[in-house]
Each structure stands twice: as C-alpha cells, then as structure tokens.
C-alpha cells in the first residue's frame, strides 16, 4: 500500500475508511504469519531446552548452529570426492528424481490412460497394481541391482516403482471417470480417436493426473532418500549416511530441514503446475 | 409424400437377465420445420427415444430413416442440445462453439468462415458478451445457451433437445423458450423437444406427442397445437385454443396416464 490516498484523505471523511483498511491488512498479514513464526519458535524453545541437559544424545539448535555453521553458510563449497555443500548434494539427487519421475510420469500417464479406457484390463491389472504398489522403496533396491548391475540406474529405477503407481492409478480413474455427457457430446460431433484423446480425453483427466503426479513426486524424494543411504556417491540420502558414520549429528540435522524444504518445494511445484495448466477444468 | 424423418415401429428393450421392454412400437413422421414436443411422466422413455435418434443408443426393433437414410450412429446433422449443457469446462464459451464448428466444417469453410459462423451462432443466442468466459463463470441460463448455439453451428438436418430448460428457474426459462420460438421461426429448423411442461410444449410445438407411462411405453395421443406464429406468452393468455391444447394435455397426463406413484 502507498501512503498516498492515507495523506489525501487527512482532510476528507475517507480516512476513516482508509486507517481501518490499512489496519485490517496488517492484520491479516499478521494472522497468516504469526501462528507458524510462534509454532517454530516452540519448537524451538522446547527442543534447546531438552537438550541442553546433561547427558542428552542430541545436540541442541544453539549447538546445531554452531558446529554446523559452514554447512549452513555455505552449500557450495566443492572440495572434491564427496566433501561438497549442500546444494551439490541436493542437486545429485534431484537430478536422479528427475529422470525417475519423467520416466513415471510418461509411463504411468499412457498406461493409465489405455487401462482407464477398457474395462477388462482395469479388472485385470488393478489388483497386480495394488499389490505392487505398498511395496515399500527399498525392498525394490537389491533386485534393480541385480538387474542394473549399477547404482545410479538402479536409484532412478527405485524412484521410477515408487512413484509410477499413483500416476498410474489416478491416470485411469480420471479416464474412467469422464462424464457420459462429454462422451456423447464426442460422439455426436463424431470425434476420431485422436481428436478424442487431445480434446476431451486429457482436459477430462487433467485434475487426476495432477493429483497422482503431486503424490508420485513426494514418493520419489522418500524413495530417493532412502536408496542413496545404501548405493552411496553424491547425494543427500548418502550424505546423512556418511555424517551418522562421522558421527556428525548436527550434519544430520541440517541436512534434514534441506530434505524437508525440498520436498516441500516440489510438492508445492507440481501443484501450481497443475493449476495453471488445468486453469478453468475445474468444474 | 415421403416423411423427413420417419421413426417406424421403434422399440427398446435393455437386456440382462430380466429383459425390461422400455419403448414399443412407436411410430411418428414428422415433416422438415416441424416442431415437435414429446410429453409423458417420468420413466415413460421419452429420452430413450430422443437417444435413438441421436443414434446415441440402437433400437431392439424398428428404425428411423432421416431423409430416406437410417439411423444407426450419433453425427452432427442430429444435432443435440442436452439437459445438463454438457459443455466442456476447460474451453470458453467461443471454443466449444468452435470446436463443432471446425468439427463439421473443418473442410468446406475457412478459418475465417469458421470464426464468422462461431461468431454468428453465439450472436443468435445473445451471447456476444461472453466468448472468452468459461462455463463456469457464467450463469445456468446462459450455458444452456451456448448449448443450443453449439447445436445450431452445426446446421443440423433435426435439432434434438433434451429437457434443455428443465435445470433454470422459472424466468431465465421463460426466456430461453422465447428465443428458441424465435430462431424456430427465423431458421426454420426442424426440432424435437423432450419436456414435461405443458405450457412449454403448448407455446413451442406444432405437435405434442404424448407418451404413455412404462415399462412399454409407446405414442398415446398426438395433439396438434393449431395456434398463429408467431406466438406471444401474453396473448396466449386469453386465447381459447391454446387453454383447449393445455387442457388435453393435462387431461392426458392426469387422467388416463397418472404417473405410477400417484396410484
């Protein structure tokens, strides 16, 4: 806000209105803010109080701060082999999801489409998915190294299992749930198959699929996580292994609020993907 | 005199285990410009038999010829404005009109016929203002508007309306119907209309085709409806013909043909 129409309406009855105005957006700036700024603080507060005794395990935020300030302060110091920042570790990672991911989300949209279209193939495969898909990330690890022989294909093929089911099964509600009306309106313009499928089809289905994606994308950092621990090399998951193994507990911490904001981040990515692409297919 | 289109001795049966006859042996001709009404209770199949001659749905028995062919698919020269709209929510108003359009005259107009005759459509219907608002964005009304111009685009041979006012209030009806007289009159399309409303079938319809209640429905009675075009609500009023039409209607439908709850 300018304080322009504030001064202009010193004199005039308007000032009234505006003061009230101007105090009811700080307001609501301060509602939306408050609560998460005094939540964290708790935290914070109850967590450096826990663990400042003597004998705690842990190391207290004050003490995080302090024997981790470099890792903090500067994520992209590159020393060579794996004593790098954060951000070449993130990266690592991120980079493994994003082949993982692209491949289930290209995959899991053409299947799901073509078993979203017939009947017996959803009756068919919908229970071998449903089982395959509480499968947890790691127990796919050993097999895709022994199939791969290698660790970064077998990390991208963890991520790709994990997060190709929601993409997958949502893709084939959506099209499945497409409304009758739209199929007629399709028929009685007498739509080929691809005009069908660009122009109905996908619009249709959109919201489905942005669902699974926003789900499969949440899988995929769980799962990618949890797979460099055990394949090592760059990566934040080997980089929370290699600090327990140093015993670098505040390392650990850290490195943790990164994966947390990450995965936040995509997660928030994905939606707002959706919703501009799917602007107005919301009924 | 050979019918425009000619629906003969059509019957729906839906199968499984208990076969349940919906519609027998209906029969109706109607004539290019006719417009046409079919009355009955809920359940009577009304919209099974609009759907066959969409060729959304395939008779157990019977046939429709249109102009000397027959029937056996959906195409856009059966145009169908539906109840529920049914436009599509992730285009505007302009593209779903578009969308017929490039549809059925993709290889006989150019572009710029095509953007013309959109925009020509949705003119008819009072519809300019919105091209570029989604369905969702405009009112109830206004939608079932776009759908009757979506229809109309696609200069269909018979325009199919399925209780196209039975989801507005009672007004926005009420003005709707009087646009859908007035395209009738100046377009000269040939309609059939499925309604429950008296009045409405009374004000728009050359015939009113009166079903008789299911399982098995078929024709009852078909009443012609004699009165001037153009027609005016008000004037209606006072007219003793058009009180004689609704009276045999009403007398059809509550009657002899109750609906089968009222038992």
């Known amino acids: 806000m300018t304080d322009t129409p504030i001064k202009a309406g010193l004199s005039s009855p308007a000032f009234s209105l505006a003061l009230p105005r101007l105090g009811g957006f700080a307001r609501d700036v301060a509602l939306r803010l408050l609560p998460p700024v005094i939540t964290i603080a708790l935290i914070l507060g109850v967590w450096e109080v826990v663990c400042r005794q003597a004998g705690s395990s842990l190391p207290p935020p004050s003490t995080v701060l302090d024997t981790s300030w470099e890792l903090i302060t500067d994520p992209f110091y590159d020393r060579g082999g794996l004593d790098k920042g954060l951000f070449w570790h993130l990266i690592a990672s991120l980079s493994r999801v994003a082949y993982g991911y692209t491949l289930s989300a290209v995959v899991g949209i053409g299947v799901g489409v073509l078993i979203g279209q017939s009947t017996l193939a959803t009756r068919g495969l919908d229970p071998v998915f449903q089982v395959l898909r509480t499968v947890p990330p790691l127990a796919w690890l050993p097999l895709s190294l022994a199939a791969f022989r290698a660790s970064d294909p077998s990390a991208i093929f963890v991520i790709f299992i994990t997060s190709v089911w929601p993409v997958l099964i949502n893709t084939s509600v959506g099209i499945r749930a497409i409304p009758q009306d739209y199929r007629n309106v399709a028929r009685v313009l007498r739509l080929n198959g691809i005009e069908y499928f660009i122009k109905i089809m996908v619009p249709a289905a959109l919201p489905y699929i942005f669902t699974g994606l926003r789900i499969g994308v949440g899988l995929s950092w769980l799962a990618i996580v949890a797979a460099e621990m055990l394949i090592g090399g760059v990566g934040i998951g080997f980089f929370i292994w290699d600090a327990w193994n140093s015993s670098l507990i505040s390392d650990i911490i850290v490195a943790l609020i990164y994966v947390g904001l990450v995965g936040f981040c995509l997660d928030r990515l994905i939606a707002l993907a959706g919703r501009l692409i799917a602007r107005g297919a919301t009924l | ?263």
């Not at chain 2, 079919?38 to 969409?54: D, E, F, M, R």
């Not at chain 2, 993709?106 to 013309?116: L, Y």
């Not at chain 2, 004000?203 to 005016?232: C, F, K, Q, W, Y």
Request: glycine share 8%; with cysteine.
């Open chain 2, 1 to 263: 005199m050979q019918a425009y289109l000619d629906i003969s001795h059509v019957g729906m049966s839906f199968g499984g285990k208990r076969t349940s006859v919906v519609l027998t042996d209906v029969s109706l001709t109607i004539q290019r410009g006719d417009y046409v009404s079919i009355i009955g209770h809920s359940g009577c199949g009304k919209s099974t038999l609009l759907n066959i001659v969409a060729g959304l749905l395939q008779c157990s028995t019977g046939g429709v010829l249109l102009e000397g062919k027959e029937v056996d698919s959906p195409g856009p020269d059966r145009a169908v404005v539906f109840q529920n709209h049914s436009l599509l929510p992730w285009l505007t108003v302009y593209d779903n009109v578009r969308l017929a359009v490039d549809k059925v005259f993709g290889r006989t107009k150019t572009r710029a016929e095509r953007d013309q005759w959109t925009r020509h459509n949705l003119a008819l219907v009072n519809m300019s203002h919105a091209l570029d608002k989604r369905p969702n964005e405009i009112s109830g009304g206004m939608k079932q508007r776009v759908g009757i111009a979506r229809a109309l685009a696609m200069e269909p041979k018979v325009l199919l309306m399925d209780e196209p006012f039975g989801a507005l209030d009672a007004l926005t009806r009420a003005q709707l119907q009087d646009t859908v007289m007035d395209l009738h009159q100046r377009l000269g399309n040939t309609v059939i209309m499925i309604t429950h409303d008296v009045d409405e079938a009374v004000l728009l319809s050359d015939r009113i085709v009166m079903m008789t209640n299911g399982p098995a429905a078929t024709i009852g009675e078909v009443l012609p409806v004699t009165l001037e075009r153009p027609r005016d609500r008000l004037e209606l009023a006072n007219n003793p013909a058009y009180h004689r039409a609704r009276a045999a209607v009403l007398a059809f439908l509550y009657e002899r043909h109750r609906a089968p709850s009222a038992h």
